[in-house]
Every structure is written in structure tokens, then in C-alpha cells.
């Protein structure tokens, strides 16, 4: 069985930072992790991913704000998120292409709230 454990989310002012984190537990094998998002009446959206080696990938919204990176002993994958906009609110859920009990699928968590105002 598949559990994540997400933290870090919370309420942030315009241009404030915030780090989340997602440690992933049980027998399983992690490929690429990474984070999305979901804000009100809007689609789910890919925020960035890193894969196993360390190679990252990222929204053109988030580039040069946010920072993913892993820690493959931990099985955890963060997110620093700065210089954050309102635009930026939305529920983070933390993302895992992995492999479990010889079957590989995606699996996502529960999700963060994050909300930028002032």
C-alpha cells in the first residue's frame, strides 16, 4: 500500500515563500515525483517534476519562483515556492509515478491547501 504524508502548506502574503514536502511510504519503487495543483473551478495542473536522476521539469508559471527537489533515501520530494502569487492558491497534491507490487501507476495525495493573500 501506497501513503504519502504532505506538509507545508498553510497562508502566505504576496511575494512571501513556503516549502512543502511529500515523504512517500511502503514497498514500493519511486520513478518520478513531483507536485500539482487544482485551484477552484479550474483543471488540475502539473506544477514540476523530478525524476529518479535528478532531471526537473516545471510550469512556465513557476519557472524561476519554484524549486523541486528530492531526496531519494526519504522517499521525499519538496517544493520551495517563492516570491508567490495570488494566482498560486490552489490545493497541492504531491505526485508519484511509482512502482508497487511489480504494477507501475501514477499516485497522487491528499493535497496541500495554499493560499496566497494579503
Known amino acids: 500500500q501506497v501513503q504519502f504524508v504532505e506538509s507545508g502548506g498553510g497562508l502566505v502574503q504576496p511575494g512571501g515563500s513556503l516549502k512543502l514536502s511529500c515523504a512517500a511510504s511502503?514497498?514500493?519503487?519511486?520513478?518520478?515525483m513531483g507536485w500539482y495543483r487544482q485551484a477552484p473551478g479550474k483543471q488540475r495542473e502539473l506544477v514540476a517534476t523530478?525524476?529518479?536522476?535528478?532531471?526537473?521539469n516545471y510550469a512556465d508559471s513557476v519557472k524561476g519562483r519554484f524549486t523541486i527537489s528530492r531526496e531519494n533515501a526519504k522517499r521525499t520530494v519538496y517544493l520551495q515556492m517563492n516570491s508567490l502569487k495570488p494566482e498560486d492558491t490552489a490545493v497541492y497534491y504531491c505526485?508519484?509515478?511509482?512502482?508497487?507490487?511489480?504494477?507501475?501507476?501514477?499516485?497522487w495525495g491528499q493535497g496541500t491547501q495554499v493560499t496566497v493573500s494579503s
Open positions: 505526485y508519484a509515478n511509482l512502482e508497487v507490487t511489480i504494477r507501475r501507476g501514477d499516485y
Open positions: 511502503g514497498s514500493i519503487f519511486l520513478y518520478t
Open positions: 523530478i525524476s529518479s536522476g535528478g532531471n526537473t
